[in-house]
């Protein structure tokens, strides 16, 4: 199985300062098709997970541009340009370039 | 509106069966892979299963195989897991997904990720 490994942000986020997470897979992500099924999703306190990035970087639909993410292989980063508080939660990348499916850790992004 | 609702959650001894159902509305749901995803209290996200839009293909994650089934009744709009021989360690919160697709020229693709998720229904495992 491939494992998804997250670092945790050192520290509580203030408000309009940029966040950035990121998540390191134990192998390439690069499908047999020549795609990497690397996505992002935010779970907000007592919610359902949501899906804000697939693909590495393509954010899905209603997601705000301040959500983006990057990497490639095995090291991927999302990154939040200016963090608001609708976005306290907890971000968890996601492998699907095969099976089973596995999901970092979680990374909690907290406000100061 | 693009729905998922879970039911048939609740408390269960140990060794005994319960059976999810996730149904589904405001989309083609037999066009669409169907997964289920759970989240232990406190903890984060495990993949569970998947069943391909037609039903032909399935997959679980090790720790469930041959006690959980995946199914799907496409005339009902609706996905089921039957959990057997439930352990302690199935105590979660069980929720469906849908997998992302995207349509451009007449051809749809999965995007390999989640796009729709229900709210979730709890499953305990206890005596």
């Known amino acids: 199985d491939i494992v998804m490994t997250q670092t945790q942000l050192s520290s509580a986020v203030t408000l309009g300062q940029p966040a950035s997470i990121s998540c390191r897979s134990s192998q390439s992500l690069v499908h047999s098709d020549g795609n990497t099924y690397l996505s992002w999703l935010q779970q907000r306190p007592g919610q359902p997970p949501r899906l804000l990035i697939y693909k590495i970087f393509n954010r899905f639909s209603g997601v705000p541009d301040r959500f983006s993410g990057s990497g490639a292989g095995t090291d991927f980063t999302l990154k939040i340009s200016r963090v608001e508080a609708e976005d306290v939660g907890v971000y968890y990348c996601?492998?699907?370039?095969?099976?089973?499916?596995?999901f970092g850790g979680g990374t909690k992004v907290e406000i100061k | 509106q693009v729905q998922l609702v879970e039911s048939g959650g609740g408390v269960v001894q140990p060794g005994r069966s319960l059976r999810l159902s996730c149904g589904a509305s405001?989309?083609?749901?037999?066009?669409?892979?169907m997964h289920w995803v759970r989240q232990a209290p406190g903890k984060g996200l495990e993949w569970v299963a998947v069943?391909?839009?037609?039903?032909?293909?399935?997959d679980y994650t090790d720790s469930v195989k041959g006690r959980f089934t995946i199914s799907r009744d496409n005339s009902k709009n609706t996905m089921y897991l039957q959990m057997n021989s439930l352990r302690a360690e199935d105590t979660a919160v069980y929720y469906c997904?849908?997998?992302?697709?995207?349509?451009?020229?007449?051809?749809?693709?999965?995007?390999?990720?989640?796009?729709?998720w229900g709210q979730g229904t709890m499953v305990t495992v206890s005596s």
């Open positions: 069943i391909w839009h037609d039903g032909s293909n399935k």
């Open positions: 996601m492998q699907a370039t095969q099976f089973p499916r596995t």
């Open positions: 997904a849908r997998d992302a697709v995207e349509c451009s020229g007449g051809s749809c693709y999965s995007l390999f990720a989640f796009d729709i």
């Open positions: 405001g989309f083609p749901f037999g066009s669409y892979g």
